[in-house]
């Protein structure tokens, strides 16, 4: 785990309401943001998520870190550079997290979407700050999030039973599958799951349309399935 082993473990309050306290004024005050990350915030929040505590702690910590991500180029740059990516797959891949393995999948989710947004909009408006644009630019998450075999997981993370969880699972196999399409189609599992969503959908979409839901939720559901199984033929 690159520069998160020889970090000293942080006091235990790091690893209790102190991280969620600590950074819920993170997103409205950028100084106190890029001190705490040369501060080693990070690091210590990487720290406890990558050694045994409990999954109560483990939450707070968790939204901590997405606290401390999230429309932050900076922070993201060092996450990776921290190895973030490989102390997120190892905490989804443990068992009993699957609650923690939905919030990671939609901070990647968040992530992705926020750095195509960012650059998407400095092309057709050309508001960003140049110094801000050129940050995201050196987040290399897309390249790292398949090195470090997040095609795989977020493809298996699709057999959890609650249709929320799926639904958050659909939409990061899509913004994935310009980087992921050759893995996924080389998943005959993906291909399996995928074609039993869309029959249990199609049935539940039926019984919306049933009850006057022109556009309802698993009818929505159905379309993303649909969408990537068109896009893996």
Not at 3 to 17: E, F, H, M, N
Not at 123 to 129: I, N, V, Y
Not at 131 to 136: A, C, G, I
Request: glycine content about 6%; charged content about 25%; hydrophobic content about 40%.
């Amino acid at each position: 785990m690159a520069g998160v082993g020889s970090v000293p473990l942080p006091p235990d309050p790091w690893a209790g309401q102190g991280a969620h306290s600590f950074l819920c004024f993170f997103p409205s005050n950028p100084k106190v943001q890029v001190e705490a990350i040369e501060g080693g915030a990070l690091q210590k929040l990487l720290v406890i998520l990558a050694t045994e505590q409990p999954l109560t702690a483990k939450k707070k910590v968790l939204f901590a870190l997405c606290s401390l991500l999230r429309h932050f180029p900076y922070a993201q740059r060092q996450f990776l550079k921290l190895g973030g990516l490989q102390v997120l797959r190892s905490l989804v891949q443990e068992k009993g997290t699957e609650v923690l393995a939905v919030r990671v999948i939609t901070l990647l989710y968040d992530l992705v979407t926020e750095k195509m947004f960012a650059e998407e909009e400095a092309e057709l408006t050309q508001e960003t700050p140049p110094e801000k644009l050129q940050q995201y630019r050196q987040v290399h998450l897309l390249p790292g999030l398949r090195e470090q075999g997040w095609c795989e997981i977020t493809a298996h993370l699709l057999a959890l039973p609650e249709h929320d969880a799926r639904e958050k699972v659909l939409q990061t196999l899509g913004v994935l599958l310009a980087t992921c399409q050759d893995r996924y189609r080389q998943d005959p599992e993906l291909s399996r799951t995928l074609a039993s969503l869309q029959a249990e959908y199609q049935a539940l979409a039926s019984l919306e349309l049933q009850e006057g839901e022109d556009e309802g939720y698993f009818r929505e559901l159905l379309g993303s399935v649909d969408s990537l199984l068109k896009e893996l033929r």
